[in-house]
């Protein structure tokens, strides 16, 4: 069984900094893909940051420049500066298992609110 438990969220004002950790139970070698999705208020979950197993990150335009997102053997994180209030979502840690075929496993999610 796959527990993604993520931690980190809050209320930061416009321009603050935030650091989100998800705490990953799974063997690197299992991992295809690892990330981040967020979901605002009324819209869709959509992806934020995400690492390839090549080790390749990739990023939505909206956050390139301030956000990073880093793993190691304990989980994944999303470094989050200069925020906006347009930030403010439900954040997901997410991850994808296998390579022929695929298991998507999510977190319980994370409530990230940037102020004015």
């Known amino acids: 069984q796959v527990h993604l438990v993520e931690s980190g969220g809050g209320l930061v004002q416009a321009g603050g900094s935030l650091r989100l950790s998800c705490a990953a139970s799974?063997?690197?070698?299992?991992?295809?893909?690892i990330g981040w999705y967020r979901q605002p208020p009324e819209k869709q979950r959509g992806a934020v940051a995400v690492?390839?197993?090549?080790?390749r990150a990739s990023y939505v335009d909206s956050v390139k420049g301030r956000f990073t997102i880093s793993r190691d053997s304990a989980g994944v994180y999303l470094q989050m500066n200069s925020l906006k209030p347009d930030d403010t979502a439900v954040y997901y840690c997410?991850?994808?298992?296998?390579?022929?075929?695929?298991?998507?496993?999510w977190g319980q999610g994370t409530q990230v609110t940037v102020s004015s």
């Open positions: 799974i063997s690197s070698d299992e991992i295809n893909l």
């Open positions: 997410f991850v994808r298992l296998g390579f022929i075929t695929t298991e998507d496993y």
């Open positions: 690492i390839a197993y090549s080790g």
